[in-house]
């Protein structure tokens, strides 16, 4: 068995200030093993040999085989010495050649390849203030919460047991029905909601379920990216689709070519902030209805306007059963609480039931099970209250900090609801560097040309989310936000 090839020149890293002698030699000698600069069954040589090579007690380099060695890296025989074992399996050098992927593969690779302004969805930030789509969990009555758990732990019945109705928790299916009539003009009945573990995962039905191969999708832009990493998965035509103060603006060269599904977000575009108008929507509905064309509602965050009652949902006009609705409690509750649902068109309900069963096995009963007591007892509209107005006073206290700083120099886009505002910025302007920018001097916040599949016409702007900042601290953060900002304009 051949000696290992300079393995007394093996080059060994600088050891981190505070790391462990041990722990820094077995994680180099670990990787030298798995990047194959040391071939499988190769002979090392002694502990005595190596301790003092590399300067170092012999105990440390036994200690470091020991280990090595119950974690299968090497194997010792007697006669024979310490070898790498043949089983470990060195890492690629690199990734697989793009060409020989599928292509739906290709492009969720291709989508989820995003610049590193995207800094949001760290969780090193997530206590960074204008991180967009927190919300504030310290104001969340998470004792009342535990209080239904606690009862229906306390109670084991229905929600124990396997869903019965493959749409979810019937007595929350029906909370919902009524909630949705007197706050989103929606009349539906129970039945045609189902329930689902997150927007992503309504998202993904509503691929597999309406659309095939090379179907046609109007997506806005700029528009939500999870919608867009969903339906990029599948051989689909994703159009992107301007946006104007009234919503989705289709061009008349669009409009000649219908798509088979379009995704909206009428009441709150996302990311703009815009209200889609009462005339474009008509418009809208008509155009679908005559052209067969499922319109998916993404309805988000629609409960929190300031200075106006929120306005019918999209699907409450819809005469020709062509609109779903999909609404979450993310936004209203707390995010891992992983629920949302979709209100369906009678003629799609089944289907969809027996989809959500077949390829999820649905589960959450207990979950569901509490939100259902939380909406029936009146708790989540007491909450949507109290929370529209501490968002709004936060909401406040952004603008006045915006108009301290820059007056009518750096305009609002959509500053009437939901839990951000968006800064328009000159096309010049590197959003993607200012985002970097404020990241390094501690604000997160994301450029708007993040959110435009057309990169090169994309509008320049900063997305602030201010759901999870405290009132209090809005002045001071947005002043760090100030000053970055200037050296930009």
Same mark, same amino acid.
């Given at each position: 068995? @051949?000696?290992?090839?300079?393995?007394?020149?093996?080059?060994?890293?600088?050891?981190?200030?505070?790391?462990?002698?041990?722990?820094?030699?077995?994680?180099?000698?670990r990787?030298?093993?798995?990047?194959?600069?040391?071939?499988?069954?190769a002979?090392?040589?002694?502990?005595r040999?190596?301790?003092?090579q590399?300067?170092?007690?012999?105990?440390t380099i036994?200690?470091v085989?020991e280990?090595?060695?119950?974690?299968?890296?090497?194997?010792?025989r /007697?006669?024979a010495?310490?070898?790498?074992?043949?089983?470990?399996?060195?890492?690629? @050098?690199?990734?697989p050649?793009?060409?020989?992927?599928?292509?739906?593969?290709? !492009?969720?690779?291709? !989508?989820?390849?995003?610049?590193?302004?995207?800094?949001?969805?760290?969780?090193?930030?997530?206590?960074?203030?204008?991180?967009?789509?927190?919300?504030?969990?310290?104001?969340?009555?998470?004792?009342?919460?535990?209080?239904?758990?606690?009862?229906?732990?306390?109670?084991?019945?229905?929600?124990?047991l396997?869903?019965?109705? #493959?749409?979810?928790?019937?007595p929350?299916?029906?909370?919902?029905?009524?909630?949705?009539?007197?706050?989103?003009?929606?009349a539906?009945?129970?039945d045609?909601?189902?329930?689902?573990?997150?927007?992503?995962?309504?998202?993904?039905?509503?691929?597999?379920?309406?659309?095939?191969? !090379?179907?046609k999708?109007?997506?806005?832009?700029?528009? *939500?990216?999870?919608?867009?990493?969903?339906?990029?998965?599948?051989?689909?035509?994703?159009?992107?689709?301007?946006?104007?103060?009234?919503?989705?603006? @289709?061009?008349?060269?669009?409009?000649?070519?219908p798509?088979?599904?379009?995704?909206?977000?009428?009441?709150?575009?996302?990311?703009?902030?815009?209200?889609?108008?009462?005339g474009?929507?008509?418009?809208?509905?008509?155009?679908?209805?005559?052209?067969?064309?499922w /319109?998916v509602?993404d309805?988000?965050?629609?409960?929190?306007?300031?200075?106006?009652?929120?306005?019918?949902?999209?699907?409450?006009?819809?005469?020709?059963?062509?609109?779903?609705?999909l609404?979450?409690?993310?936004?209203?509750?707390?995010?891992?609480?992983?629920?949302?649902?979709?209100?369906?068109?009678?003629?799609?309900?089944?289907?969809f039931?027996r989809?959500? !069963?077949?390829?999820?096995?649905?589960?959450?009963?207990?979950?569901?099970?509490v939100?259902?007591?939380?909406?029936?007892?009146?708790?989540?509209?007491?909450?949507?209250?109290?929370?529209r107005?501490?968002y709004?006073?936060?909401?406040?206290?952004?603008?006045?900090?915006?108009?301290?700083?820059?007056?009518?120099?750096?305009p609002?886009?959509?500053?009437?609801?939901? #839990?951000?505002?968006?800064l328009?910025l000159?096309?010049?302007?590197?959003?993607?560097?200012?985002?970097?920018?404020?990241?390094?001097?501690?604000v997160?916040?994301?450029?708007?040309?993040?959110?435009?599949m057309?990169? @090169?016409?994309?509008?320049?702007?900063?997305?602030?989310? *201010?759901?999870? /900042?405290?009132?209090?601290?809005?002045?001071?953060?947005?002043?760090?936000?100030?000053?970055?900002?200037?050296?930009?304009?």
């Amino acid at each position: 068995m @051949p000696k290992v090839k300079g393995w007394l020149d093996l080059p060994l890293k600088v050891r981190g200030e505070g790391q462990h002698l041990t722990d820094w030699l077995y994680l180099e000698l670990r990787s030298a093993i798995l990047e194959g600069s040391l071939s499988a069954s190769a002979r090392l040589p002694s502990t005595r040999d190596f301790a003092a090579q590399y300067g170092l007690s012999r105990g440390t380099i036994v200690q470091v085989f020991e280990r090595l060695q119950s974690e299968g890296y090497l194997s010792s025989r /007697v006669g024979a010495g310490t070898v790498i074992s043949s089983q470990v399996m060195p890492r690629p @050098p690199s990734g697989p050649d793009a060409g020989t992927l599928p292509a739906y593969v290709r !492009n969720i690779r291709a !989508n989820y390849k995003r610049p590193k302004a995207f800094v949001g969805l760290s969780p090193a930030c997530s206590l960074r203030p204008f991180r967009m789509g927190d919300v504030d969990l310290q104001e969340f009555p998470s004792k009342l919460w535990a209080r239904l758990a606690s009862r229906r732990a306390r109670s084991p019945g229905s929600w124990a047991l396997p869903a019965d109705d #493959l749409r979810g928790y019937q007595p929350l299916r029906q909370a919902i029905a009524g909630y949705l009539g007197s706050s989103r003009g929606i009349a539906c009945a129970a039945d045609q909601i189902t329930i689902v573990s997150g927007v992503q995962q309504a998202l993904d039905l509503l691929a597999r379920l309406l659309l095939s191969t !090379n179907d046609k999708i109007w997506l806005e832009d700029p528009g *939500y990216w999870g919608a867009r990493s969903v339906f990029s998965a599948g051989a689909l035509k994703l159009v992107p689709v301007g946006v104007d103060g009234e919503g989705l603006a @289709p061009t008349l060269e669009q409009l000649r070519q219908p798509p088979r599904l379009m995704f909206v977000s009428p009441s709150h575009q996302y990311p703009t902030g815009a209200l889609m108008s009462h005339g474009r929507r008509r418009q809208l509905l008509e155009y679908a209805a005559a052209h067969g064309v499922w /319109v998916v509602e993404d309805d988000y965050d629609s409960e929190f306007r300031y200075g106006a009652r929120p306005l019918p949902a999209l699907q409450g006009l819809d005469a020709h059963g062509r609109v779903i609705y999909l609404g979450t409690f993310s936004k209203t509750l707390f995010p891992a609480l992983r629920l949302a649902y979709l209100v369906l068109p009678p003629d799609l309900v089944d289907a969809f039931a027996r989809a959500l !069963n077949e390829l999820f096995r649905e589960g959450q009963t207990m979950q569901q099970a509490v939100l259902a007591r939380f909406l029936a007892e009146g708790h989540y509209a007491t909450h949507i209250r109290r929370m529209r107005a501490v968002y709004s006073a936060r909401h406040d206290a952004l603008m006045d900090a915006i108009t301290r700083h820059f007056g009518a120099q750096v305009p609002v886009i959509g500053g009437d609801a939901g #839990l951000h505002l968006t800064l328009g910025l000159g096309r010049l302007v590197d959003d993607d560097a200012v985002a970097q920018h404020a990241q390094r001097a501690g604000v997160t916040t994301r450029p708007l040309s993040l959110y435009h599949m057309r990169r @090169p016409a994309a509008a320049k702007g900063l997305l602030l989310g *201010y759901g999870c /900042v405290r009132e209090e601290e809005i002045a001071p953060s947005f002043a760090k936000l100030a000053r970055v900002l200037r050296a930009y304009l």
